[in-house]
């Protein structure tokens, strides 16, 4: 069974600097994908990086980065520059490469930016 | 941009009556989910679809629940019978061909009174 852990409830960061949020997983599977998703108050999911476990180059999306350590089955997520519209729940999320395409979530962490 | 669109937005419906929730799929997608989130808990997997058929389900996705996808755009959740505890947020998702990211909808929120 795949299980994800996200060990950070809740978060919060000033304007402009950068936080990390962690996550880590649980799997037997060798090929498989990782994903942060957010969720705004508006509730909709927004994919905002994704990362194939088969590449060992870090995923980037402008100020969205991610640490995927395979070894350690550690995938965290380091937004730079935050802004306020950074603020919402963030799920990480594993996809078995083989067979339904089933997500598992974490728990979610909320992140407040500050003003 | 192609977006995956559900309605309602908000369904309240009474306990022990049926409710459809609408999904319309991203059009070239294949693989169709349906997941649901209760207040404040993680995004949860009920069914996976592909083909004309489940794929997967998971052990929320009881007998109250099917899905169809009646033409060839729209894909729908049923329960037959709602309970209290039905009462959460209903995400519905596509994705393509491959082992891609899943879209989402916005969700419908399901209230059971």
């Known amino acids: 069974a795949q299980t994800v852990t996200q060990s950070q409830p809740e978060m919060s960061v000033q304007e402009a600097e950068t936080v990390t949020l962690s996550c880590t997983y649980d799997t037997s599977e060798n090929n498989y994908y990782l994903f942060w998703y957010k969720q705004p108050p508006s509730r909709q999911m927004i994919l905002v990086i994704r990362q194939e476990a088969y590449k060992q180059q870090n995923a980037t999306e402008n100020r969205f980065s991610v640490n995927f350590q395979k070894a350690a089955k550690s995938f965290s997520l380091k937004i730079s520059d935050s802004q306020l519209g950074d603020t919402a729940m963030y799920f990480c999320?594993?996809?078995?490469?083989?067979?339904?395409?089933?997500?598992?979530f974490g728990t979610g962490t909320s992140l407040t930016v500050i003003p | 941009e192609p977006e995956v669109t559900q309605t309602p937005s908000h369904q309240v419906t009474q306990m022990g009556q049926e409710v459809i929730l609408r999904c319309v799929p991203i059009?070239?997608?294949?693989?169709f989910y349906w997941y649901r989130q209760i207040l404040g808990q993680k995004v949860e997997f009920l069914v996976s679809?592909?083909?004309?058929?489940?794929?997967?389900k998971s052990e929320i996705f009881d007998d109250q629940f099917s899905v169809e996808r009646p033409d060839g755009s729209n894909f729908t959740l049923k329960i037959r019978s709602t309970k209290l505890e039905d009462s959460a947020m209903y995400f519905c998702?596509?994705?393509?061909?491959?082992?891609?990211?899943?879209?989402f909808g916005q969700g419908t929120r399901l209230t059971v009174v």
């Open positions: 059009s070239n997608h294949l693989y």
């Open positions: 999320a594993f996809m078995k490469h083989a067979g339904g395409n089933q997500f598992y």
């Open positions: 998702a596509s994705s393509g061909q491959g082992y891609t990211e899943a879209f």
């Open positions: 679809f592909y083909n004309n058929e489940i794929s997967e």
